[in-house]
């Protein structure tokens, strides 16, 4: 399965973004999907996960409440509400998969990743 990730941009303080992360293939319903986000000079980091059924659901601790991860399988896409976003939510972010499993935070779980999309805040 190949992944693309689209949506970001310019968002200010406080406002909000929709990442999407579509797939090529029909298969995507029996993926788990993380998202992960490396800002510059700094380590990759999970942000959010949901496993292939949608039911369950996974957060970093700097976004839960804020973020919502959820996908529409009919559409082989995952998407990623962001509100409130923070000056530090400012990073390239990236989708990944995994076949089958649950909503892992660890990135070495995952071997299917897209291109990045970058988020930029503004203050």
């Known amino acids: 399965v190949q992944l693309q990730a689209s949506g970001g941009g310019l968002v200010q303080a406080g406002g909000s973004l929709r990442l999407s992360c579509a797939a090529s293939s029909r298969t995507f319903s029996n993926y788990a999907v993380g998202w992960f986000r490396q800002a510059p000079g700094k380590e990759r980091e999970f942000v959010a996960a949901?496993?292939?059924?949608?039911?369950?659901?996974n957060y970093a601790a700097s976004v839960k409440g804020r973020f919502n991860i959820s996908r529409d399988n009919g559409k082989n896409t995952v998407y990623l509400q962001m509100n409130s976003v923070k000056s530090e939510d400012m990073a390239n972010y990236y989708c990944?998969?995994?076949?089958?499993?649950?909503?892992?935070?660890?990135?070495?779980?995952?071997?299917?990743w897209g291109q990045g999309t970058q988020v930029t805040v503004s203050s």
């Open positions: 990944a998969a995994r076949l089958g499993g649950s909503a892992s935070p660890s990135s070495s779980e995952y071997n299917r």
């Open positions: 949901v496993d292939w059924s949608g039911t369950s659901t």
